[in-house]
C-alpha cells in the first residue's frame, strides 16, 4: 500500500475501554475476501530513489466486510461515504497497530503464509532511573553544547 496509507495503519492513536489499541486509519478497502485473521505484516510500497519496499508494521485484521453489507452507521464508524465507493468492495478492519523496524520487501500485495524471526516492535515507552538519565545527558547534551562553544 501506499506510504501514508501504511503509516496511518501501523501508529497507535487511541486505546478503547477494551484495552485494544487503535490506529488513525482503522481499515482498507480491497477487491477480494479473505478468511484470514490475525496479525498482518504492514508493508508500504517502493518509493522513488529506494531500491525496494519496506515492512513497516503489525496489524491485527480481526474482521472483513462486504462494503454493501455494512449497516450505515458501521460505514459512518469508517468513514465509507454513502455512493463513492462500490458496493462490491471489503472493508479489511484492523485493530492493535504495532511500529516495527522496517524490513525490506520485494514481491506483490498479497497474503501469505510466512516464517519470520521475530520482529522487533517499537517500544511504547521506557522507564529511566536517575543513572540512566544522566548517562543520557551526559552522552547527547553536553556534547552538542562543546561543539555549538567552538568557533
Known sequence: MGQPDADLLTKPHYQDSDGNFHAEREMILRGRYSTFRGDVLICEKKQPGKPCGYAVGLAELFDVKCVGDMTKEEREEFGIMEGKYPLYLFCYMFRNPRRIIEIP???????????????????????????????????????????????
Request: hydrophobic share 35%.
Open 105 to 151: 520487501v520485494i514481491g506483490s500485495g498479497n497474503f501469505f503464509n510466512i516464517q519470520v524471526t521475530p520482529v522487533t516492535v517499537y517500544p511504547r515507552y521506557l522507564e529511566l532511573g536517575e543513572k540512566g538519565w544522566k548517562g543520557i545527558k551526559r552522552k547527547f547534551f553536553k556534547k552538542k553544547l562543546r561543539k555549538s562553544l567552538q568557533i
